[in-house]
């Protein structure tokens, strides 16, 4: 395969990214969009996981959302059940989903369903439960329960009816188009999106069915929780890379994901296989009374930002963000987007960054520049303690492991029959 064949393919993937149109458009029980939920299994982050290898708190997560279920009525159960193989496990990208953290997502979950109207193609993702003590961090206590309950209950269908008052679905790009130049980066600020999304979506509430109590419950909700906007981007992205993922040739990274045991990439030549290797344990502040050592391995399926061009990759576009994951200031923010320039393709037209002299986010991960300049993306996270229960217990950066991108890469040169090094 010549060099000029692969700078076409790559050409394709990042026109079809630049082109695509994503718009939120419903808000579903999963069970309802991801027919493999209609059986007694469970969503997780990252590539594929058996019980014993996955973290204390992804399975927390899991005994959560056995409870949430009604599969058991008590926790020991419930992890039985796992432990004894009675639930299947599924990674969210094989179903067109994505995750936070754990990434536990169950039958009657509610999920954002997004449609990239540019392919017709749709993705998938959880409600964003807010901040404490939640699912997604490994806690599975009453209120965690309650909380999911109450999502289901009025939540989503608020939503769901909300958003059928919106002809074609809110346009993502606009609102994240404006947030890039508020301040977000989509990873770990979405302050302004969320806040726009409250916007758009407010009219629409006033006009549906909801008692008093329940249209202040909603309103309430999305008001506090200023990172709701984060599933929202998360399953645009992944509706955007798997469009872009159709393109059989090729060497832009299509998804970035972990599991806390492993870390995944996937490729546009490569299709639907997982390169792997041992994940990392991210660096950064820790919530006052935790430390280094409390921290659980990387996992999540947000890395789906990253493979798009924001999050850590456009981390100039919310320098603020730098103090929270404990990773500097203003001048190391625009070290870091101008290094991750360096192992990308083009720069995304649709979200000029003013910090960043109006240049388009990064656009287009390239593995032969991964290996190249050993330039691995930074990924910019929360962190979990490794003890299920406990939560969120700070904010940081974790880099992808090189060993992903040199596998990928002899796997891409093996199918064209030539050398990697070539």
């Known amino acids: 395969m010549s060099e000029q064949t692969i700078a076409e393919a790559n050409e394709t993937v990042i026109s ?29 982050a990252g590539p594929p996981l058996a019980w014993n290898d996955m973290t204390h708190p992804m399975q927390g997560s899991c005994i959560g959302a056995v409870l949430f279920e009604g599969w058991a009525d008590a926790n020991e159960q419930a992890e039985k059940m796992l432990a004894e193989g009675e639930v299947e496990f599924i990674p969210c990208h094989s179903v067109d989903a994505v995750g936070p953290m754990g990434g536990i997502t169950s039958a009657n979950m509610p999920v954002l369903v997004v449609e990239n109207q540019t392919d017709g193609n749709r993705a998938y993702c959880n409600l964003n ?31 769901s009816q909300a958003l059928q008052q919106i002809d074609g679905g809110m346009n993502v790009n606009v609102i994240a188009a404006k947030a890039l130049s508020m301040g977000d980066e989509f990873h770990q600020r979405n302050i302004a999106a969320s806040a726009l999304f409250l916007k758009e979506i407010v009219p629409y509430l006033l006009t549906i069915d909801l008692s008093d109590k329940e249209l202040q419950e909603v309103t309430q909700f999305l008001a506090d929780t200023d990172q709701f906007f984060l599933n929202i981007m998360m399953a645009s ?24 045991y492993e870390f995944g990439i996937k490729v546009s030549g490569l299709g639907d296989q997982w390169f792997t290797a041992p994940v990392n344990t991210p660096d950064g502040l820790y919530f006052s009374g935790y430390s280094s050592e409390d921290a659980n391995p990387d996992m999540g399926d947000s890395a789906i930002l990253e493979a798009f061009g924001v999050g850590g990759m456009a981390v100039i576009a919310a320098p603020a963000v730098m103090r929270f994951v404990g990773a500097g200031g203003l001048d190391d923010a625009v070290a870091t987007t101008e290094e991750m320039q360096e192992i990308c393709i083009d720069h995304h037209p649709n979200f000029p960054i003013p910090s960043w002299d109006f240049q388009g986010a990064p656009l287009g991960i390239d593995i032969r520049k991964v290996i190249e300049t050993g330039i691995t993306p930074v990924i910019n996270t929360g962190m979990a303690h490794k003890k299920a229960g406990i939560g969120q ?15 990928a890469l002899e796997a891409l040169a093996e199918r064209y029959g030539v050398s990697a090094d070539e």
Request: proline share 4%.
């Open 129 to 159: 439960e807010g901040i404490g003590k939640v699912l997604r961090f490994g806690a599975y206590n009453d209120e965690v329960v309650h909380r999911l309950k109450w999502m289901d209950a009025v939540l989503r269908p608020a939503l």
């Open 393 to 407: 217990v700070g904010a940081g950066t974790v880099r992808v492991p090189i060993a992903c991108f040199e596998k």
């Open 16 to 44: 079809l990214i630049k082109d695509a149109q994503p718009f939120l458009i419903d808000v579903k029980p999963a069970k309802d969009v991801i027919a493999e939920l209609n059986t007694k299994a469970l969503l997780h």
């Open 237 to 260: 992205c992944k509706a955007v890379m798997d469009a872009a993922r159709t393109v059989e040739e090729g060497s832009v990274i299509t998804a970035l994901s972990r599991n806390g």
